[in-house]
């Protein structure tokens, strides 16, 4: 049991910083990595892949598993709940996988104090104004949500000194190397 940390990469970073790009190019490239797929109730996006991207359940459904304690952890971002399924950790794990798990600041300080030998990193864009640049170009957001994202994003930043490790997004190729070597360094 108290190896399952030691197994476990969380990556923060504010929405548009490349952080999803960064992580399928790392499971991309190395077999050790496997995602953790978190629940949410926000709506899909045209590219996403139900149980693939994320688990996308309703609130009524979403409620049901937080009160039958499916959920290592979980938060309301933007309106929309995000969580962690204890599940996706256990099985992964217990296949010999090291899982990297994807959340935001509150997600990743709650799974630090269950699991305190998880490696985290904060993935920061270069300059808020290329994280804008990023997030209207993705153009899956409507302006209100990009505004509210952006505010977030700041929030997220001032956070980032309590991660292991910050690591900047120049290049995705060269942020997932990054981010392989510091696992490898731990271990
Ligand atoms: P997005 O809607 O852009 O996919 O995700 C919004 C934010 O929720 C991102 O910061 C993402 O990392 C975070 N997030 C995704 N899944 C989870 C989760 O299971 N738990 C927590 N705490 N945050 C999550």
């Known amino acids: 049991m108290s190896d ?29 990595f496997v995602l953790s797929v978190s629940a949410t109730t926000r709506a899909k996006r045209p590219y ?11 609130t009524q459904e979403f409620i049901s598993k937080i009160s039958k304690s499916e959920f290592l952890e979980h938060t309301m971002y933007c309106n929309n709940y995000y969580g962690t399924l204890r599940s996706q950790i256990e ?8 899982v990297i798990l994807v959340i935001e600041v509150e997600g990743a300080r709650n799974v630090k104090k269950v699991y305190p030998d998880a490696l985290t990193i904060f993935i920061a864009p270069p300059s808020l104004e290329e994280l804008e640049r990023r997030l209207r170009e993705r153009n899956t957001e409507d302006d209100g949500v990009i505004k509210q994202r952006l505010y977030k994003a700041n929030e997220e930043l001032g956070f980032k000194s309590s991660y292991d490790y910050i690591v900047e997004n120049n290049y995705v190729e060269q942020c997932a190397q990054s981010i392989i070597d510091i696992f490898d360094g731990k271990q």
């Open 4 to 32: 399952i940390g030691k197994n476990i990469v969380v990556i923060s970073g504010p929405s548009g910083c490349g952080k999803d790009t960064v992580v399928k190019h790392i499971l991309k490239t190395d077999p050790r």
């Open 48 to 58: 996403e892949t139900d149980g693939v991207d994320y688990i996308f359940l309703t």
């Open 91 to 98: 099985q992964k794990v217990a296949r010999g996988k090291v």
